[in-house]
Structure formats: C-alpha cells, structure tokens
C-alpha cells in the first residue's frame, strides 16, 4: 500500500471509550506478532500480514477497576489488513473507525502512540 491511501484501525477502549490500537498480552505458544494479530481479530475484526519487528512503542497508565492505574509498555505490529469481518468476538463492546494516519494520530490520547502512528509513513515509504 502507498502512503497516499494508508489507513489506520482504531477501536474504542472497552473501559472508557477513548481511541486505541487493539492491544494484549503475551499468550503462550504465539510470538509476540502472533498475538497482536491476534488481538487484531478478537477486538476489531480484522485479518492480515503482520510484521515480525514492531513499528514502535508506547506507555500508558492502565486503568484498573478499583486499584490503582498500572503502568504498560506496549509494542505495536502493523499489520497490513486482507480481510475485515462484518462480526467478530468484541464487536458488542467496541467500536472500530478507519481513518488517515493524521486523524488517528489526533485521536489517541497517549502522546508516544501518536508518535507511533505517524511513523507509519516513514515505515511504508521505507518498505
């Protein structure tokens, strides 16, 4: 895919509704791409190639019902979407919007994922 028509995935975080990548933890048996992929189909629906390296990383204050915010470091994989489903697991608890890396960037509230995702030119182009 070009820069030109490059699309970021968001979903609605299930606890606040802010703007998210979809994320998780490690699971046994999957590297860690495999697992973002994962993620990628359980909390919005979609299937594809996913990188092996991540693109970056981020950090955030996990809010956790009642105890205090945790700390997290998460790594993001692209993956480049083949296929969006028009159901899948999450899809009751989360909404999911296609928009430009620039909009993407603006919606999340963690300033080091904006970064991320505004690499992603810089990725695609080097690709």
Not at 105 to 118: K, M
């Amino acid at each position: 895919m070009g820069v030109q028509g490059l699309e970021v995935l968001l979903v609605t975080s299930r606890d606040t509704g802010r703007w998210v990548t979809p994320k998780g933890g490690r699971m046994a048996g999957l590297t860690d791409a495999a697992a973002a992929a994962q993620e990628a189909l359980e909390e919005a629906g979609v299937e594809g190639c996913i990188a092996e390296a991540p693109l970056g990383e981020y950090h955030y204050l996990k809010r956790l019902k009642r105890r205090a915010p945790r700390p997290c470091v998460v790594s993001v994989y692209p993956l480049e979407v083949q296929r969006e489903l028009a159901d899948w697991k999450e899809r009751a608890e989360r909404d999911r919007r296609w928009m430009s890396a620039f909009e993407a960037a603006d919606a999340v509230e963690e300033a080091d994922l904006a970064g991320v995702i505004r690499s992603l030119n810089a990725w695609v182009s080097g690709r």
